[in-house]
T-cell receptor, first 117, second 116 residues
């Protein structure tokens, strides 16, 4: 297994268009996370899945954002009617929950850089 | 709400020297986890080291070690024998130990420059 992969790596779109990103986690990882990172800042949490269930969503995730993990494997993040403020790096991470007393390590993908013109 | 602060936007160190990156956090929780991640230019985020708040012993990973001061809510990273490959953005992150709250809360990062 080569780690978390994300596709595409770069996306340039015009304001108002819809975009969809894909994340393939490490095999058998049951948790999957989406973060957004703007230049010069740390990542900000967007949403989190345990298997196929979306358990937590940040207030940053407006109605224009939707995420799915239909079979508990890969995940998609869709942004509808993109705005210039959506320009950022979108990071995906996955982890394997072993026991509640042991912190699971989040492994990150390379990210998808979105530019909205 | 928890916050993480990294007060050093940029640090530089001579190759083979030691450097310490600062991180402070604010939380009302007593049980949590702290992490240092490294993000090299145009490359993905990599875990450097982690610390469980209930452990008094400071975590170490080869040349990387932390100074965890729970009462002061401080979590600094020491890099010994700095190497050119250590050049990267370093992020400090916090995670609650509560079930169902797994998101990482991040600092703004410190850019580490290694001088040859």
């Amino acid at each position: 297994d080569t780690g978390v992969s994300q596709d595409p790596r770069h996306k340039i779109t015009k304001r108002g268009q819809n975009v969809t990103f894909r994340c393939d986690p490490i095999s058998e990882h049951n948790r999957l996370y989406w973060y957004r990172q703007t230049l010069g800042q740390g990542p900000e949490f967007l949403t989190y899945f345990q298997n196929e269930a979306q358990l937590e969503k940040s207030r940053l995730l407006s109605d224009r954002f939707s995420a799915e993990r239909p079979k508990g494997s890969f995940s998609t993040l869709e942004i509808q009617r993109t705005e210039q403020g959506d320009s950022a790096m979108y990071l995906c991470a996955s982890s394997l929950a072993v026991a509640t007393s042991v912190p699971d390590t989040q492994y990150f993908g390379p990210g998808t850089r979105l530019t909205v013109l | 709400a928890q916050t993480v602060t990294q007060s050093q936007p940029e640090m530089s160190v001579q190759e083979a020297e030691t450097v310490t990156l600062s991180c402070t956090y604010d939380t009302s929780e007593s049980d949590y986890y702290l992490f240092w991640y490294k993000q090299p230019p145009s490359r993905q985020m990599i875990l450097v080291i982690r610390q469980e708040a209930y452990k008094q012993q400071n975590a170490t990973e080869n040349r990387f070690s932390v100074n965890f001061q729970k009462a002061a809510k401080s979590f600094s990273l020491k890099i010994s024998d700095s190497q050119l490959g250590d050049a990267a953005m370093y992020f400090c992150a916090y995670r609650s130990a509560m079930d169902s709250n797994y998101q990482l809360i991040w600092g703004a990062g410190t850019k580490l420059i290694i001088k040859p």
